[in-house]
């Protein structure tokens, strides 16, 4: 218990520590490179609002995050080609394209997150079936060598157990 | 048979005397006498025994009687040999005796005898005998022939007025006749019999001395003069009481008048004291050896003072030990209150005696509680007041050498109560205290006794006697060493060793296609005592119950090692049985497919007709441990499984749990990996 209190702490120390260079970061962009950071923010929109949901699932979170700016990435890249200005980013964010791009990491990210987990458990699923086929076949066969006694055998030592 | 004979152990090689098999003339004795069961000859019938015709093949003129043993008389071997090795004058001729098969499992043991022509001397109810004739035929004749028997060092036990025949037509000469073929004075009527073992059961009187025989013939004397079986109005016990208190002679005689010469002669014979009577030689040589009139005997010596038991008093140390006999309560309670050892030591002045019967009062108040203590306190005291008695244990009474036959009567009558009381005292320790005792002190009595090997073998054969091939049944054969099998699987073929049982029991099981016990009590009991190396086989029969595999395996195994050793031929019947007794062996191997490879080589194994052979190829020991072994592993790999299938039955949710956290690392996987893949890219686009 001690030992969980204390990574819960080291945990929320970090997320403190991170938020923290975040803001610093998010505060120097806007003094320096204030159209950039307007689309960043712009395209992160998806991200902000998985962050407020605070869904406790900080995989998914950090999935949204990576895709969110996987997505934004290419889009900043667009806007530092044709010039760091107020009249590019807004050009850029009035574009449905970026958008596209934008969001659509976001969307990856939400589509696997939602459908990633369901096809492993179906495989897992398939496997759990191939495996009872696998022992109800050896369990037939050993009562067809070992005849009906057996079988009141098993039950008996099973219920000891 | 000679090869057979080679592979028996030495203990196997009993006597085997060729047996005589059934031809055209019908059962035949050593190729030569022919037995018709059909012509009985009552005359010559006495005890359980059948007496038959019998003719000479080589001899038609030759007359014989044939004696058929009953399967549970007692056949006299060393007398029997004698006989056959001596022709003793005035005795009947032994011809032959031996095997002889009647059919094919009908065996019975006979012995053949030159038939006297002229009939009994005397038959009861008819006139006595003149004086003259039996003191000049009928002595003489018994004198000369007992005179050869005596110097061999046996007795006769068999001399009795209906005994003795004329052997020719013209009834000139006499012979005496047979006593081999029971035990010995079982057919002796108790009249017959001196003190020493007059109240011993027929079957319990032991071979004897010479001097009992001297003794029959005093009486035989009487019994011929007096045209009626001495005392015949009394009984037993009356007879044995007043031969006691007056003296033989005097109790046989008092209603009689008999000549001087006569008187004479039967002082010397009845005398009490075998030390005192005439011997074989004086008896013959009677007129000559008489110098003065021989002393009577005057019954048993009186103490100096009486006793009182049961309401009478006793003067006779005997008398009172057979009063003590009939009433063995009252004796214990002389014994416990002290007053029988106060008498011994006071009135019959034995400081001996009196010391060993407060040792057994001090023995039997320290435990009271010990019903049998008391039985065997009455055993030690009646022994101590009549050392020369019967032994005494209960409703059974014998002289000491005697307890062989008289467990083979208790069998033959199936006599529980007799059994019950023998089987008591084999397990118990009296008899060995007491034999250990009486030997120590007399060789003659040592000599008298079963010996001590064969009474300490059946105390430890009666500690386990609930077990097969142990009990009274193992006590029979171990007494009784040429006893048959009573088994009653070959009761009736007079199987007197293993491998005769072999072949019996192979005949009878494959008439009955082997649905037979071949190891009941009595053949286990019969095996084991001929047999060596087969005790390890007993233990398994007596730890598992019959029924059981190993049970069967045992007994299966035990018939294997005597057809190896004792009867190396094929035996389909007992193949038969096998097959039978693999049954439970069979349903204990749980694997089908080693059942049927089992099975299958049984039935190739099967057609040697070997025991040795069926379970060598079936190896069936190895197929039970292998299949057991399996059969354990089989379970777990079952149980395993069993819980891996309900585990994925019922672990659903813990997948979905699974899958989720294996989905979200996945994802995460994947937008690392997008997200790397996006910045190196758009570096490499916009920058590069």
Redesign the interface.
């Known amino acids: 218990m001690a030992k969980k209190s204390q990574k819960g702490a080291d945990s929320s120390s970090n997320q403190s520590f991170a938020m923290f260079w975040i803001l610093i970061l998010s505060g120097l962009g806007i003094v320096f490179i204030p159209p950039t950071m307007l689309v960043l923010i712009a395209g992160m929109i998806p991200s902000f609002v998985a962050l407020l949901l605070n869904t406790d699932?900080t995989?998914?979170l950090?999935?949204?995050?990576?895709?969110n700016?996987?997505?934004v990435?290419?889009v900043?890249?667009?806007l530092?080609?044709r010039g760091q200005t107020f009249h590019e980013a807004f050009r850029i964010l009035s574009d449905v394209y970026m958008w596209l791009a934008m969001l659509g990491?976001a969307g990856?990210?939400v589509f696997?997150?939602w459908a990633?987990?369901?096809?492993?458990?179906a495989?897992?699923?398939l496997q759990?079936k191939a495996?009872?086929v696998r022992?109800?076949k050896?369990?037939s066969k050993?009562i067809?060598?070992?005849?009906g006694?057996?079988v009141s055998?098993?039950k008996d030592?099973?219920q000891k157990? | 048979m000679d090869s057979n004979r080679a592979q028996m152990t030495v203990a196997e090689k009993i006597d085997m005397p060729e047996e005589a098999t059934a031809g055209p003339a019908g059962p035949v004795l050593d190729g030569r006498f022919s037995i018709h069961l059909s012509q009985r000859l009552s005359d010559f019938e006495s005890g359980v025994n059948m007496v038959v015709q019998a003719t000479d093949l080589q001899d038609t003129s030759a007359e014989y009687f044939a004696v058929v043993s009953n399967p549970y008389s007692d056949f006299r071997y060393p007398y029997a040999q004698l006989l056959k090795e001596n022709r003793l004058p005035g005795m009947i001729e032994l011809m032959a005796h031996g095997k002889v098969r009647f059919s094919e499992t009908d065996i019975c043991y006979v012995s053949v005898f030159d038939k006297p022509r002229g009939g009994p001397i005397y038959r009861e109810g008819e006139a006595p005998l003149q004086e003259s004739l039996v003191l000049n035929l009928v002595v003489p004749t018994v004198a000369g022939c007992l005179k050869f028997l005596h110097k061999s060092g046996m007795a006769h036990r068999g001399i009795r007025a209906d005994n003795i025949f004329f052997s020719d037509k013209k009834q000139r000469s006499l012979v005496l006749g047979e006593a081999v073929t029971t035990a010995p004075g079982s057919a002796q009527p108790a009249v017959y019999e001196p003190l020493e073992t007059a109240m011993a059961h027929p079957m319990g009187r032991g071979d004897g001395k010479p001097a009992d025989d001297i003794y029959a013939v005093g009486v035989l004397i009487l019994h011929l003069l007096g045209g009626k079986l001495p005392a015949s109005d009394l009984s037993a016990d009356e007879i044995y009481k007043k031969k006691l208190e007056m003296g033989s002679f005097a109790a046989l005689t008092e209603d009689l008048t008999l000549s001087s010469l006569v008187i004479d002669v039967l002082a010397g014979l009845l005398h009490d004291d075998p030390t005192k009577r005439w011997d074989a030689k004086t008896l013959l040589n009677w007129r000559e050896e008489i110098t003065s009139a021989p002393r009577r005997g005057r019954g048993d010596s009186l103490a100096f003072g009486k006793i009182l038991f049961q309401s009478e008093e006793y003067s006779s140390p005997r008398i009172l030990a057979h009063a003590m006999m009939r009433k063995p309560k009252a004796a214990l309670e002389i014994i416990e209150n002290g007053r029988l050892v106060k008498w011994v030591k006071s009135a019959v002045r034995d400081e001996e005696a009196a010391a060993k019967i407060a040792q057994i009062q001090a023995s039997v108040n320290s435990s009271r509680s010990d019903k049998n203590a008391g039985t065997a306190a009455v055993t030690q005291a009646i022994r101590l007041l009549d050392p020369d008695g019967v032994f005494w244990y209960r409703d059974v009474s014998f002289c000491r050498g005697a307890l062989g036959p008289m467990l083979q009567w208790a069998f033959q009558k199936d006599d529980t109560e007799m059994k019950k009381t023998l089987a008591e005292l084999l397990s118990s320790s009296l008899l060995q205290t007491v034999t250990a005792e009486e030997m120590r002190g007399s060789a003659e009595r040592r000599a008298e006794w079963v010996p001590e090997i064969v009474l300490n073998s059946c105390y430890d054969h009666m500690k386990s006697k609930q077990d097969i091939g142990c009990g009274l049944e193992r006590c029979l054969y171990e007494l009784n060493p040429k006893a048959p099998c009573l088994s009653p699987l070959v009761l009736g073929s007079h199987v007197s060793n293993l491998s005769e049982y072999v072949e019996i029991a192979e005949k009878k099981m494959s008439s009955s296609n082997g649905q037979v016990n071949p190891l009941d009590r009595h053949a286990a009991a019969f095996i084991m005592c001929k047999s060596k190396g087969l005790r390890k086989y007993l233990k398994t029969l007596s730890s598992n119950a019959p029924g059981t595999a190993d049970n069967a395996l045992a007994q299966i195994k035990i018939f294997a090692k005597l057809q190896a050793s004792a009867y190396p031929k094929p035996l389909p019947g007992f193949c038969r049985w096998m097959e039978e007794m693999q049954k439970p062996i069979l349903a204990k191997i749980r694997s089908r497919l080693r059942q049927e490879f089992v099975s299958k080589k049984f039935q190739e194994a099967k057609k040697t007709g070997s025991l040795g052979t069926i379970l060598k190829l079936t190896d069936i020991e190895r197929q039970l441990a292998v299949d057991s072994r399996e059969y354990d592993n089989a379970l777990a790999t079952a149980e395993e499984a069993e819980r891996i299938a309900a585990y994925l039955e019922g672990a659903s949710q813990q997948r979905k749990v699974d899958a989720a956290r294996y989905g979200t690392w996945i994802t995460s996987v994947l937008a690392i990996t997008s997200l790397v893949t996006s910045m190196i890219v758009s570096a490499l686009y916009f920058v590069g």
Do not use: K, N, S
Not at chain 1, 62 to 67: G, V
Not at chain 1, 116 to 121: E, G, L, M, Q
Not at chain 1, 144 to 147: D, K, S, T, V
């Open positions: 699932r995989a998914g950090a999935a949204m995050l990576a895709f700016l996987a997505g990435i290419p900043i890249g667009i530092w080609e990491g990856i990210a696997l997150a990633i987990p369901i096809v492993v458990f495989a897992y699923d759990a495996t009872l022992l109800q050896q369990r050993l067809e060598e070992w005849g006694q057996f055998d098993v030592l099973d157990q």
